[in-house]
Structures are given as structure tokens and as C-alpha cells.
């Protein structure tokens, strides 16, 4: 199983991104899929994360800007960061909790992070 993480960029104050998280390989189900940043010199948080069933939770700082949802069909995450700030700016990470067959426990995957830098 590989994550792949995309959609990270260069944005002005205030713009939007959209981040991509795609599983690939043998997949049986996804479970919970979170998306981590992690600034220079900074450990690295839980921005926003996503139950196999569809609840969500956010940090604080995000809360209002930014959304993740979830395509099933398409083993894909997204997460939607609109109003952006330079305190944004960070190497984001997914990471899932993945269940490759109907007999094989969950095991935990991280993607290879995004660059999303946010400049005024």
C-alpha cells in the first residue's frame, strides 16, 4: 500500500489549496485518515482528521478554513484549506489507518508530505 500526497504549493495570504491523499495497492478499507503538518523547527500536529464513517475533527487553528472529506470509491482524502495564513505554511502529511484484506489487521500508513507555503 502507498499513500501518495499532492496539491501543496506557493499561495498568497488568504488564498486556497486543496491536498490530495490517494491510497493505492491492495486495499480491503480505509479507516480513519488524518492530515498532519509540520513547520521548521516545530514538532509535527494533527491539522484535521476523518472517521471510516465520515465524522471529522480539527485543530483549532483551523476550524472554519479548512475541510476534509473523503471518496471512498476513489481511496482518496482531500483537504480543502481556503482563508490561508503564513502560519499555515508547513510539510503536510497523511497518514490512514488501512485494512489490506477482509483477514489482515489495520495497519498504519503515512504519505510522503506536501509543501504548502503561504506567503503575503
Known amino acids: 500500500v502507498q499513500l501518495q500526497a499532492s496539491g501543496g504549493g506557493l499561495v498568497q495570504l488568504g488564498g486556497s489549496l486543496r491536498l490530495s491523499c490517494a491510497a493505492s495497492?491492495?486495499?480491503?478499507?480505509?479507516?480513519?485518515v488524518g492530515w498532519y503538518r509540520q513547520a521548521p523547527g516545530k514538532q509535527r500536529e494533527l491539522v484535521a482528521a476523518i472517521a471510516g464513517g465520515g465524522r471529522t475533527n480539527y485543530a483549532d487553528s483551523v476550524k472554519g478554513r479548512f475541510t476534509i472529506s473523503r471518496d471512498n470509491a476513489q481511496n482518496t482524502v482531500y483537504l480543502q484549506m481556503n482563508s490561508l495564513k503564513p502560519e499555515d505554511t508547513a510539510v503536510y502529511y497523511c497518514?490512514?489507518?488501512?485494512?489490506?484484506?477482509?483477514?489482515?489487521?489495520?495497519?498504519?500508513?503515512w504519505g510522503q508530505g506536501t509543501q504548502v507555503t503561504v506567503f503575503q
Open positions: 495497492g491492495i486495499i480491503f478499507s480505509i479507516n480513519a
Open positions: 497518514n490512514a489507518a488501512i485494512v489490506r484484506t477482509a483477514s489482515w489487521g489495520v495497519s498504519e500508513y
